[in-house]
């Protein structure tokens, strides 16, 4: 057997083997106890009017966004790339519906406009995912990939939204995170890829953690800055990274650059 079947077997047994334990993972999740939404976490630390905004600098940080997947909209719109093009697109697509749907939520934070926010982020996840599996085994069904994954991921919204349960939100929300962080360590990549990989999974941990201590943050700041504007920021860093990640990938096969 030559070594190119070689690895095209070896591919395949791997990513069988990553779908079945993905898939394994929300089976289990569907026998789990139900997760509600936390009464409190709509009680941000900083509520300060601003600009005539409720929760002014949670509500205009959302801008950052914006920026972001704007950023990552205009590297594809000159980019040559070929593979997971429309994953990435969906993903900063998602980003910028993430500023208007995340400002709309904050303005008044309840569950009903929560939903708002989270239906853009579950996009916004899924097609990372995505890229993610077309850049470790291949372009192969992206489109058919990418529409399951997004379609799992606002049913998530949706079955949190009726039944008061995050259970399946927070599985659309892990797993992205959990399958970089394998590939990063079980695979080889690109050294350039890696890097910003990284790089992006080191600014969603500070969104996270930033966002836990959002009062704390806020009250060590002397009221300058909440943790939870601070998520804003870290969370659309990514998105940010992944924008310089695809355009250094560019410059890089660009032989007029090389």
């Not at 095209?8 to 990513?15: A, L, Q």
């Not at 630390?45 to 949670?58: I, R, V």
Request: glycine fraction near 6%; charged fraction near 10%.
């Amino acid at each position: 057997m030559g070594a190119k079947t070689l690895d095209v077997s070896i591919m395949k047994n791997d990513r069988l083997l990553f779908f079945a334990i993905a898939t394994l993972a929300l089976v289990a999740i569907a026998f789990m106890d139900a997760i509600p939404q936390n009464k409190l976490y709509h009680d941000f630390a900083n509520q300060k009017n601003f600009f005539g905004l409720n929760n002014g600098a949670d509500v205009i940080s959302n801008l950052a966004f914006f920026l972001a997947g704007l950023s990552g909209c205009l590297v594809l719109a000159s980019s040559r790339l070929t593979y997971a093009k429309s994953s990435w697109l969906t993903f900063f697509i998602g980003t910028i519906l993430v500023s208007f749907g995340s400002a709309y939520y904050h303005i008044s934070p309840n569950n009903d406009t929560l939903v708002w926010d989270r239906l853009p982020m579950t996009v916004s996840f899924m097609g990372f995912f995505s890229a993610l599996i077309v850049i470790h085994f291949g372009h192969k069904r992206e489109t058919l990939f990418l529409f399951i994954a997004t379609a799992l991921g606002l049913l998530s919204v949706v079955y949190w939204a009726i039944f008061d349960d995050l259970k399946y939100y927070y599985y659309v929300q892990g797993i992205p995170i959990i399958s970089t962080i394998v590939f990063l360590t079980a695979y080889k990549s690109q050294r350039l890829i890696k890097r910003y990989l990284w790089l992006a999974i080191v600014l969603y941990l500070l969104a996270k953690v930033t966002e836990y201590f959002d009062l704390e943050i806020f009250q060590l700041t002397y009221g300058a800055i909440s943790g939870h504007t601070l998520k804003h920021f870290f969370a659309a860093g990514a998105p940010l990274v992944m924008a310089m990640m695809l355009y250094q990938l560019e410059q890089a096969s660009d032989p007029q650059t090389g």
